[in-house]
């Protein structure tokens, strides 16, 4: 147990100095590191994340293949037929996870290491340690928006083809090249308006979606899972068993506050596309307040992470400010956030901790492909 504090501690420090070396010089040698160092720690852990088991029982046995994407299929094949070590797969997606979360933020480079921070104080870290496929799926529909502001097709198209290929659920994504970039009425109102709707909405929506449970899954490409429907009905994301009431306050503040700073982020940081990843943002929170905790956050898998990317807009421009006023709410909020981290290592969400690291002997027999 103690090493996952320590692994987690050291990985989040370490990233958020070459994350901040990197900010300043602009020297790609920090980039590298970045990338290497996460991959090397996270790609080789060892029965960390709940579907760890799962990924090493079938990925590397052609006879457990299931109807995967043929762009994760081919990879598994070639990493069997070469007799690689199954850990390969899990540094490959790691590097790939890692690549394009830090080419998303190449144009504002400046909120990187604040980036680092909520993607371990939002936990979704830990979504990365267990939905592989869709994870990478979402870096690389991040890394893209940036194609949507620049209005470049055919790189979008490229991008989305190969997150498709990685999981199908990215297919559909294509869409918002046609319809981001559309004005929509943004008046703060308005916004808080739908926010707290959608509190009333999934109250609601909830319980339908429940009652619907195989009929949804089919929908989003997850039909084979509901032969265990039971499971389905008790899988929460959000790992709310878990979570305590002062993190859902601590998110809704937040969230509060962003709509708050909408005008002035926008104003600031509009020539990076800050509109486009807001909406994708307030796509995902509104979605979390209506299917929060059912099996439709698979969908939410790729809009709610972009409030990464709006919190560390929000943070780095209240750091800015000297007034005490702005410095001790910030400073109690990160010490808040870490906090709940590092309860959520406590309490093995999503299986995140203890944490190990695979056998580091050349090709040992226990832990080849083969097993």
Same mark, same amino acid.
């Given at each position: 147990?103690?090493?996952?504090?320590?692994?987690?501690?050291?990985?989040?420090?370490?990233?958020?100095?070459?994350?901040?070396?990197?900010?300043?010089?602009?020297?790609?040698?920090?980039?590298?590191?970045?990338?290497?160092?996460?991959?090397?720690?996270?790609?080789?852990?060892?029965?960390?994340?709940?579907?760890?088991?799962?990924?090493?029982?079938?990925?590397?046995?052609?006879?457990?293949?299931?109807?995967?994407?043929?762009?994760?299929?081919?990879?598994?094949?070639?990493?069997?037929?070469?007799?690689?070590?199954?850990?390969?797969?899990?540094?490959?997606?790691?590097?790939?996870?890692?690549?394009?979360?830090?080419?998303?933020?190449?144009?504002?480079?400046?909120? =990187?290491?604040?980036?680092? /921070?909520?993607?371990? &104080?939002? +936990?979704?870290? %830990? *979504?990365?340690? @267990?939905?592989?496929?869709?994870?990478?799926?979402?870096?690389?529909?991040?890394?893209?928006?940036?194609?949507?502001?620049?209005?470049?097709?055919?790189?979008?198209?490229?991008?989305?083809?190969?997150?498709?290929?990685?999981?199908?659920?990215?297919?559909?994504?294509?869409?918002?090249?046609?319809?981001?970039?559309?004005?929509?009425?943004?008046?703060?109102?308005?916004?808080?308006? =739908?926010?707290?709707?959608? /509190?009333?909405?999934? &109250?609601? +929506?909830?319980? %339908? *979606?429940?009652? @619907?449970?195989?009929?949804?899954?089919?929908?989003?490409?997850?039909?084979?899972?509901?032969?265990?429907?039971?499971?389905?009905?008790?899988?929460?994301?959000?790992?709310?068993?878990?979570?305590?009431?002062?993190?859902?306050?601590?998110?809704?503040?937040?969230?509060?506050?962003?709509?708050?700073?909408?005008?002035?982020?926008?104003?600031?940081?509009?020539?990076?596309?800050?509109? =486009?990843?807001?909406?994708?943002?307030?796509?995902?929170?509104? +979605?979390?307040?209506? *299917?929060?905790?059912?099996?439709?956050?698979?969908?939410?898998?790729?809009?709610?992470?972009?409030?990464?990317?709006?919190?560390?807009?929000?943070?780095?421009?209240?750091?800015?400010?000297?007034?005490?006023?702005?410095?001790?709410?910030?400073?109690?909020?990160?010490?808040?956030?870490?906090?709940?981290?590092?309860?959520?290592?406590?309490?093995?969400?999503?299986?995140?901790?203890?944490?190990?690291?695979?056998?580091?002997?050349?090709?040992?027999?226990?832990?080849?492909?083969?097993?």
């Amino acid at each position: 147990m103690f090493l996952a504090y320590y692994v987690y501690n050291l990985l989040l420090v370490t990233l958020m100095f070459l994350a901040y070396q990197y900010a300043m010089t602009n020297k790609r040698a920090y980039a590298y590191m970045i990338i290497g160092i996460f991959t090397l720690v996270i790609g080789l852990r060892y029965n960390v994340g709940d579907d760890y088991p799962a990924y090493k029982a079938f990925l590397f046995n052609p006879r457990l293949f299931p109807n995967m994407e043929y762009g994760f299929t081919y990879v598994c094949k070639f990493i069997h037929y070469m007799e690689f070590h199954y850990s390969t797969i899990f540094l490959l997606v790691a590097c790939l996870e890692i690549y394009f979360f830090v080419r998303t933020f190449q144009k504002f480079k400046f909120i =990187l290491p604040w980036a680092f /921070f909520f993607l371990f &104080a939002t +936990l979704e870290l %830990f *979504i990365w340690n @267990n939905a592989l496929r869709q994870s990478v799926a979402f870096c690389i529909f991040m890394y893209s928006i940036q194609f949507i502001h620049e209005r470049r097709l055919i790189p979008f198209a490229l991008l989305i083809l190969l997150a498709g290929s990685i999981h199908k659920t990215a297919y559909p994504l294509g869409v918002f090249y046609f319809v981001l970039n559309v004005k929509v009425k943004d008046d703060k109102w308005l916004q808080y308006g =739908l926010f707290f709707g959608s /509190f009333v909405a999934g &109250a609601v +929506l909830k319980e %339908f *979606i429940f009652s @619907n449970l195989g009929t949804f899954a089919n929908a989003i490409g997850f039909g084979d899972a509901t032969s265990n429907m039971d499971y389905l009905k008790t899988l929460d994301w959000s790992n709310s068993k878990n979570s305590m009431g002062i993190a859902t306050f601590i998110w809704l503040m937040m969230d509060m506050t962003v709509i708050w700073m909408y005008d002035k982020l926008k104003r600031l940081h509009g020539d990076v596309g800050f509109e =486009l990843y807001y909406k994708l943002y307030f796509i995902g929170i509104f +979605l979390q307040n209506c *299917i929060g905790g059912t099996y439709l956050d698979r969908v939410n898998m790729y809009f709610l992470p972009f409030r990464i990317i709006i919190y560390s807009f929000l943070m780095y421009e209240l750091a800015k400010k000297k007034d005490v006023l702005y410095r001790t709410p910030i400073m109690m909020f990160c010490g808040l956030t870490y906090a709940l981290c590092m309860w959520a290592v406590f309490n093995h969400a999503a299986t995140c901790s203890p944490y190990e690291f695979v056998d580091l002997e050349i090709f040992p027999s226990k832990q080849t492909i083969f097993d």
